[in-house]
Antibody, heavy 121, light 107 residues
């Protein structure tokens, strides 16, 4: 079955860095756009970034532009999010999510279980 | 950026009730609207995309409608497993944005 498993979250000090990973299985990873979406504690959902199937195209929310970098390794069926210059407001559960089909790039299903990033001194 | 406004922010309902949730976009998004269900401590799950297309495996008591700026999610007969938070999302333009969520609670 289709599965996405995030890892790499944890506690980091303001200004620090963290790299999230998302391991995909059960589908042809290289066929699909992938996304990172986050949810601060008790808050709504915020789209963070997407990457096209072949990595030729990416986009970011303004709140993370210049600090976060999305990447993927299709040979390893893996998605990544490099997060630098972390701020307290980046504290959230980070989900990786697949586009639902090659025709609907910006609708997300399934989602991983999420990984918690806490930015605090 | 396109702002997505959901109403109400919470609703109390009983099993068997018909529940309608509204999502309004700050500008026209054609039919590029999706709905997700999220239960506490879990990842969101896609219910509906392209305004009214039911995702595979989603019960037919869920339906969506609308176009332009105004959209609705309807649960025709609320079931115990439907108590959750529902989020709308526009897929028309970047940045992709979500509504603030509607919590459906047990009356």
């Amino acid at each position: 079955q289709v599965q996405l498993v995030e890892s790499g979250g944890g506690l980091v000090k303001p200004g620090g860095s963290l790299r999230l990973s998302c391991a995909a299985s059960g589908f042809t990873f290289s066929d699909y756009y992938m996304n990172w979406i986050r949810q601060a504690p008790g808050k709504g959902l915020e789209w963070v970034s997407y990457i096209s199937s072949g990595s030729s195209s990416t986009n970011y929310a303004d709140s993370v532009k210049g600090r976060f970098t999305i990447s993927r390794d299709n040979a390893k069926n893996s998605l990544y999010l490099q997060m630098n210059s972390l701020r307290a407001e980046d504290t959230a559960v980070y989900y990786c999510a697949r586009s639902i089909s090659p025709s609907y790039h910006y609708v997300f299903d399934p989602w991983g279980q999420g990984t918690l990033v806490t930015v605090s001194s | 950026d396109i702002q997505m406004t959901q109403s109400p922010s919470s609703v109390s309902a009983s099993v068997g009730d018909r529940v309608t949730i509204t999502c309004r976009a700050s500008q026209a998004i054609s039919s590029w609207l999706a709905w997700y269900q999220q239960k506490p401590g879990k990842a969101p799950k896609l219910l509906i995309y392209a305004t009214s297309r039911l995702q595979s495996g989603v019960p037919s008591r869920f339906s969506g409608s609308g176009s332009g700026t105004d959209f609705t999610l309807t649960i025709s007969s609320l079931q115990p497993e439907d108590f959750a938070t529902y989020h709308c999302q526009q897929a028309n333009s970047f940045p992709l944005t979500f509504g603030g969520g509607t919590k459906v609670e047990i009356k």
